[in-house]
């Protein structure tokens, strides 16, 4: 087969990727995959049910995302399929049934070169209920018909089109395979009439019956790629890949109607079409730009009316659905999606949580001597750069100097590579690099003693000697933006498109290292081949195992936080670039902690998996008694212990499992506290905790339409000395004494919590932040960006007629110190009887005395300072709407409105050290930064 990509400028050939291991059947080892609550790569496809409720995600990293947009935008679960290596499990298309109850999936879904297949998910539950076989080549998109009875899948290189019918248990209609090249799109009518659009130029109709009607080839371009059928089924709209136009033709023939107008000034493709749920508004997007960001085109009239064009995000759009109140809902291969309003106006987004690594070229990304350090950049280029260091596992902020780390070098005496940048056909020395057909470098380095280069792009990095031969070669599937070899020559690094930095051992490619910087600036996890990590704290919840269970069932996955005894292993990370090799660093490390490792598989240390079957997440339901439907499975076969039910995060009730039959649906019924918003099932074996399984509560009773105002603390005018003494433990060059004043405010009693902040989110759509399970009610809020504090803010003191904001730097150390002078308002040392923190050395949860909580408390759970104040220091972070300054000049005392300067958050939190702690501590983040200990207080003052 010949499997083809909706964004490459070119055929991906089959030759150019024969060398990937060919298997009937998917790999049973555990595979290690990113897993950071958001697609890490393209999103190549979406789609939403008739209601506009449920938005369903497809991408090249391998997974399906539920989304609930009528929850703001709250993730549900995310649906795998099996997976191998390279392309295998990719995903180019998805739709979901306009009923809502089915969820299709399909792309690179084969191991070999004989069928693919499509997968069907029931989206209650989450199960795959069954899949498609026999499909001749990659799925390129899927669609059903408007009654929910139909589903179509058009495939690649000449292969066509498949029909089943979703009312007869998916039963085959029929196909047609008289294609000439790849078909990317398919629309039903209400009255089952189908289009299509292929790549040999023609658009086909079809029947209710799957017989050719009409088949035409249309004056906008040589290649139609987007197709979508007007409400009323007398009009389509027919986008191409090879040119800036746009078709709209009867469907009852195919002939053109009209060519609506498309900027002349700006070049672009039409890859995605919609029509407002009226069928007066036609909507257009695709790679047309403006100051980088893609836009989409609307026209009125059904297109034959005036034309506007708003912008979106920066990476070209290949989805639009139209909801029922006239919002859109956009998908971007950054990744990301979004719902805008009419007038283009962004109500949410979802954005990808990786390092933009493109363009990491030059100083945009360098290396230390012993290739040990590494900077990139969180934004395109190398901009906000950052630094990880192995030996030291830690993440630096900011560049290194000049001297201390190289860039790639790209010139050598007797060496000259060209037209390698973005290009086909790079050259040594004016001779042609044997390279795969249309193959796409990205990035160049050449060795320290100038007799070796390696070859960064779109499929692969290779080494080759001086004379151009291969030395070796790595798939890596995304593109290689940047590489680099160290100094000493032993080791090269690569910085990939999905966020990832590897390291390899120069002398033969075998992979050492990777590195994911999540793109919060914070958490991080670099982790060996096999699975030994290093993690920020709440960073190894960033990747996981994924476990295939064959072609029939929806594979499993195991948080890498599940196998943390286990697996987590700085002191091997710290070790695998120096031995170059990862079984000797295991070693070295064993040797040095005095322990023996004993070798075990992923496989016989797993916990349990819990399959909630009913009822179905975000579903209304009464107050009163409630039957949860659930499964466990036991795939280690370790002896079961217990399950334990959760509400809102706090234990309700627990049950002996050992002598549950593993596999066997059982059944619960509780009564449903007053006002619950969440239940949770966790079971047990001798291994540890399956990942929680949570249930989101829906009320049928109405939300009440008031804001619910914060418990206030006046505080009286007054000076104070802002900062920290020299001889203060734990101080930091930033924390200048120096005499701060201040007018009288109120400010909240406890921080924001969850009921406070959630009315707010049933009030305005706003986005939902997760709890991690930990329970929201009278737990502070998190997961929250100073944006959406701010938002919050904002909208109390429009519903209250009162004036709330975030405090000032100034005065919230004024309203923490409460009138003290130490360290900590109750004095010199840290105590867990008076915060929640985290352990002494420097990280993660910990429960002792008073601080029986392992992660965030309920606000009030410890005593006040003595204005009244509660968890001043500890819980969660923060925010101030002050800018950062790294010497005091002002800013402490005001307020910073717009722009992205970095803002201060004070206070420290449950999974800091007790430095943090200190009244005087300041650290500063990005606005848009949403961490699971960072939240925040208000002020009220005078308007």
Not at 252 to 261: F, G, K, T, V, Y
Not at 386 to 413: I, N, Y
Not at 581 to 591: F, K, M, P, R, W
Not at 865 to 889: F, I
């Amino acid at each position: 087969m010949y499997p083809r990509h909706p964004l490459l400028l070119s055929l991906l050939l089959w030759a150019a990727l024969c060398s990937l291991p060919s298997h009937a059947t998917p790999p049973t080892t555990p595979q290690l995959r990113l897993e950071a609550g958001m697609h890490t790569a393209m999103i190549n496809r979406l789609d939403v049910d008739a209601s506009g409720r449920y938005l369903v995600t497809a991408s090249d990293d391998k997974t399906l995302r539920l989304w609930d947009l009528a929850d703001a935008g709250r993730l549900i679960r995310v649906l795998r399929v099996p997976v191998g290596p390279g392309h295998e499990g990719k995903l180019y298309a998805t739709a979901i049934s306009p009923d809502g109850r089915w969820i299709a999936a399909g792309g690179w879904t084969s191991g070999d070169d004989e069928a693919e297949q499509v997968y069907i998910f029931e989206r209650a539950s989450g199960q795959l209920a069954q899949h498609l076989r026999g499909l001749d080549n990659v799925v390129n998109h899927l669609c059903f018909s408007p009654d929910s009875r139909r589903l179509a899948a058009v495939m690649g290189e000449g292969y066509g089109l498949k029909v089943w019918a979703v009312d007869q248990g998916f039963r085959s209609l029929g196909e047609d395979s008289d294609y000439g090249d790849a078909s990317y799109g398919c629309a039903f009518d209400a009255t089952g009439r189908l289009l299509t659009t292929a790549y040999d130029g023609y658009v086909r109709l079809y029947d209710a019956e799957l017989q050719l009607l009409a088949k035409r080839q249309l004056e906008g371009g040589l290649r139609p790629y987007s197709v979508a059928i007007r409400p009323d089924g007398q009009q389509a709209a027919v986008g191409f890949d090879d040119s800036p136009a746009l078709n709209l033709i009867a469907v009852a023939d195919l002939h053109l109607i009209a060519s609506p107008r498309l900027p002349r000034r700006e070049s672009g493709n039409i890859h995605t079409i919609a029509w407002s749920m009226d069928g007066e508004t036609l909507y257009a997007a695709g790679s047309f730009a403006r100051n980088s960001d893609r836009l989409v085109f609307s026209w009125s009239q059904g297109g034959s009316g005036r034309r506007t064009a708003w912008q979106t995000f920066d990476d070209t759009l290949l989805s639009v659905k139209p909801l029922p109140n006239g919002d859109l809902v956009v998908g971007s291969t950054k990744p990301a999606w979004g719902v805008f309003g009419r007038n283009g106006r962004r109500k949410l987004e979802r954005l990808g949580p990786i390092a933009d690594l493109r363009n990491s070229l030059g100083n945009a990304f360098r290396l230390s001597r012993d290739g040990q350090t590494v900077q990139f950049g969180y934004e395109y280029g190398g901009k906000q750069p950052a630094r990880f260091a192995v030996d030291q596992v830690a993440l630096l902020a900011g560049a290194a100097p000049s001297d201390q780390l190289s860039p790639a070098r790209t010139q050598a005496p007797g060496l000259r590579v060209t037209d390698w940048e973005d290009e086909y056909y790079p050259q040594l020395n004016d001779q042609p690099i044997e390279l795969s057909d249309y193959e796409q470098c990205r990035s160049l380095a050449i060795s320290p003693d100038g007799e070796q280069f390696m070859l960064g792009s779109e499929w692969y990095v290779r080494l080759f000697d001086s004379a151009g031969d291969e030395l070796w070669r790595r798939p890596v599937f995304d593109a290689a933006w940047g590489v680099n070899i160290s100094a000493d020559g032993r080791l090269a690094v690569a910085a990939f498109g999905n966020g990832t930095l590897h390291w390899y051992r120069l002398s033969d490619g075998q992979e050492l290292l990777t590195l994911f910087p999540h793109a919060d600036r914070q958490r991080w996890i670099a982790w060996t081949p096999s699975g030994y990590y290093a993690a920020s704290p709440d960073g190894d919840r960033l990747i996981g195992w994924q476990m295939n269970r064959g072609t029939d069932a929806a594979p499993d996955f195991f948080p890498a936080s599940q196998l943390r005894s286990t697996f987590y292993r700085p002191d091997v990370v710290q070790r695998v670039l120096t031995t170059l090799d990862e079984g000797l660093a295991l070693e070295q490390a064993d040797a040095a902690s005095g322990h023996t490792t004993q070798l075990a598989t992923v496989a016989d240390h797993l916990p349990p998996v819990v399959d909630l079957l009913s009822p179905a997440d975000g579903e209304p339901l009464a107050q009163g008694e409630i039957t949860l439907s659930y499964r466990i499975r036991n795939p280690s076969g370790a002896p079961l212990v217990r399950l334990e039910l959760l509400v809102d995060g706090q234990p309700h009730s627990s049950q002996d499992l050992t002598t549950l039959e593993s596999d066997t649906p059982q059944s619960l019924t509780i009564r449903l506290p007053s006002q619950a918003q969440q239940l949770t099932l966790i079971a047990y074996n001798r291994y540890g905790a399956s990942a929680p399984v949570h249930l989101h509560l829906q009320s049928t009773e109405a939300v009440e339409q008031t804001a619910l105002k914060p418990e206030l603390v006046e505080l009286a005018a007054g000076c104070f000395v802002m900062g920290s003494p020299a001889e203060e433990l734990g101080r930091m060059e930033d924390e200048q004494p120096h005499r701060v004043c201040l007018d009288p405010f109120a400010i909240g009693k406890y921080e924001v919590t969850f009921a406070e902040y959630d009315r707010f989110v049933q009030l305005t759509g706003h986005p939902s932040p997760g709890d991690k399970g930990w329970g929201r009610g009278q737990r502070p809020v998190i997961q929250v960006s100073w944006e959406d504090a701010t938002a919050y803010a904002a909208w109390l003191s429009e519903q209250t007629g009162e004036h709330y904001r975030l405090p000032t730097e100034a005065e919230w150390e004024y309203a923490a110190r409460a009138g003290t002078t130490t360290a900590y308002w109750w004095g010199e040392k840290a105590s867990h009887e008076a915060a929640n923190y985290g352990q002494e050395a420097c990280c993660g949860g910990l429960s002792q005395g008073r601080d029986e909580w392992q992660n965030t408390a309920p606000v009030g759970a410890f005593v006040a300072n003595p204005w009244g104040l509660h968890d001043t220091v500890g819980n969660v972070w923060e925010w101030t709407c002050s800018a950062y300054a790294g010497h005091y000049d002002g800013s402490e005392q005001r307020c910073q409105e717009r722009g992205d300067t970095d803002r201060v958050a004070r206070g420290g939190a449950w999974d800091y050290g007790p430095a943090s702690l200190r009244s005087a501590t300041r650290i500063h983040l990005a606005p848009p930064i949403r961490l699971s200990s960072l939240g925040f207080r208000l002020v009220k003052t005078a308007p």
